[in-house]
């Protein structure tokens, strides 16, 4: 087991679960950009057991995605374990309990970042997964928030008791849960839980290009970064960090166009052409934001069912000049 987490936490970069955006397409073109570890979308245990085929799509992969997290949330034990029982027919790398979601729908029934209120049945979900994960080889993973408010800011408490109950890594995006997503990421949290804790930390939170992730490294003294909204419409960054860190060259706009191309070429694939021009919207906007007549481009896209119309329309602002 030790070198199976080690296997994953000596991999540096990881891509953030983002519900809506981190399908099978957009993780394929994460890891071809140098994402080491990539992630489901957060899966409900309730929807996986009681209607397993609706939520197959987000617990698919390829051999190419590995090594590939599958994330789970809920707030009942034996329903957790019975979801991770299914999903290990899937054969993920990893599975990791969602501990951190902040949304209404979610916190309302004890799930999410609610469970870092109830240390108590935050334990009873990680032993009852436990015992599905014995013998699997198959480390478990949590990712949460810095607490419930700033009156509440338990991370390191939650962590230390969380690993004492025997999960293997811990992933921390230290904003409480009242802040949602406002204001700076409290990067000493990362800190204070590292060295807290002798399993792996993987610190998450406002990496926004190389040089963030640098110093997330180096101020907090973490065992992997995980990026997030940092990667949307910029999923090179991942090889922009490693090129930093190794002094290699970045991707230039042409690279960037042929890997935006495969993304959607992917995301057709997976989905069927109308469906994936339309969900493909998200990323088109992020792709074209900061070039000159952008915004002519987005509407266009957000309007048009034509795909080589759009792709012509990219194409050229890719060959055209950045605003900044
Ligand atoms: C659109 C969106 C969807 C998200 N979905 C999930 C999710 O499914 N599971 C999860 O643990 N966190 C989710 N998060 C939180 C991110 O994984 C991450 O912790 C957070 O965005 C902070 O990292 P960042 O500053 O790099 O974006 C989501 C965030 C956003 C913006």
């Given at each position: 087991?030790?070198?199976?987490?080690?296997?994953?936490?000596?991999?540096?970069?990881?891509?953030?679960?983002?519900?809506?955006?981190?399908?099978?397409?957009?993780?394929?073109?994460?890891?071809?950009?140098?994402?080491?570890?990539?992630?489901s979308e957060m899966v409900s245990a309730d929807g996986y057991i009681y209607n397993k085929s609706r939520s197959m799509k987000y617990v698919d992969f390829t051999e190419f995605?590995?090594?590939?997290?599958?994330?789970?949330?809920?707030?009942?034990?034996?329903?957790?374990?019975?979801?991770?029982?299914?999903?290990?027919?899937?054969?993920?790398?990893?599975?990791?309990?969602?501990?951190?979601?902040p949304v209404r729908k979610v916190i309302k029934r004890g799930a999410g970042s609610a469970l870092m209120k109830t240390p108590e049945l935050a334990v009873e979900i990680i032993c009852e997964v436990k015992k599905v994960l014995d013998g699997t080889n198959i480390p478990l993973s949590i990712k949460i928030r810095s607490g419930w408010d700033d009156s509440n800011m338990n991370a390191v408490d939650f962590g230390k008791r969380m690993e004492d109950t025997g999960i293997d890594m811990i992933c921390i995006h230290p904003r409480t849960r009242s802040q949602m997503f406002s204001g700076r990421s409290d990067w000493t949290l990362i800190?204070?839980?590292?060295?807290?804790?002798?399993?792996?930390?993987?610190?998450?939170?406002?990496?926004?290009?190389?040089?963030?992730?640098?110093?997330?490294?180096?101020?907090?003294?973490?065992?992997?970064?995980?990026?997030?909204?940092?990667?949307?419409?910029?999923?090179?960054?991942?090889?922009?960090?490693?090129?930093?860190?190794?002094?290699?060259?970045?991707?230039?706009?042409?690279e960037k166009l042929e890997i935006i191309k495969d993304h959607f070429i992917l995301a057709i694939k997976n989905k069927g052409e109308d469906n994936a021009i339309k969900e493909m919207r998200t990323h088109f906007s992020y792709y074209t934001k900061g070039f000159q007549g952008g915004a002519k481009v987005r509407e266009l896209i957000n309007s048009s069912l034509n795909k080589s119309e759009i792709l012509e329309a990219i194409e050229q602002l890719y060959q055209g000049k950045r605003k900044k």
């Open positions: 087991m030790k070198n199976t987490i080690s296997a994953l936490t000596c991999k540096k970069l990881w891509l953030a679960p983002l519900a809506g955006i981190t399908d099978k397409a957009f993780r394929t073109i994460c890891k071809q950009c140098g994402a080491d570890v990539v992630i995605q590995r090594p590939f997290g599958i994330q789970i949330f809920g707030y009942k034990p034996p329903v957790m374990a019975k979801a991770v029982e299914m999903i290990l027919e899937k054969r993920p790398d990893f599975i990791d309990i969602n501990m951190g979601c800190k204070k839980l590292k060295e807290k804790l002798s399993i792996p930390v993987i610190g998450n939170g406002d990496i926004r290009n190389a040089e963030d992730a640098r110093e997330m490294f180096k101020e907090t003294g973490c065992d992997s970064v995980m990026i997030g909204r940092g990667i949307i419409g910029n999923p090179w960054l991942f090889a922009e960090i490693k090129g930093i860190m190794s002094n290699s060259n970045n991707f230039d706009n042409s």
